[in-house]
């Protein structure tokens, strides 16, 4: 029915969304199964499915493989459907209350180097600098990634500051303050 909603010649944003919720209820990884070969698909509204159906599961067992399906699709998709698809969703999360929705948002967008995640990418080091002592996990891992996808010289003091607090992980931050270094 999704497919059907998505490919319909009159669009019907409810009847579409209420597709996509209704796959949903199947379960991530049932959803995982139906959904991830559209990412191939030669229609982009069958493509743009994907990351309208895959992103808003929570708890999401399967968060890691849908970042990393969405960030693939984002380095080949030229369809504006799809990209919004993908960027609207992950531009929505920026502010989100859960950090690890937030930075898995700010990598998506980091690997298009979309501005719209630098300032809150920003926000993100200035709390793990203020954040002495802190468990480094996931989110501090796609906070650095994406640093080295922007490569932004506006992200080197803060990379630097970390580097002082943190130097145990000199080796997870080298590449994004050689990234950020080469831009300055």
Known sequence: MAIQEATRVEEDDEAYWAAVDRLRKQGVGEVWRLVTPLAQDERPAIRALVPDTLRYFKPHSLREETVSLLAQMLDTEDASLVLGAIGGGLAARLADEDAE?????????????????LEPLKRELQCWRRASGARLGREWDQCVEAAEHFGSSELLPLLKALLQQYPEEEPALAAALEACESTG
């Open 101 to 117: 929705i937030r930075t898995e948002a700010i990598l998506a967008l980091a690997t298009r180097r979309d501005e719209r995640a």
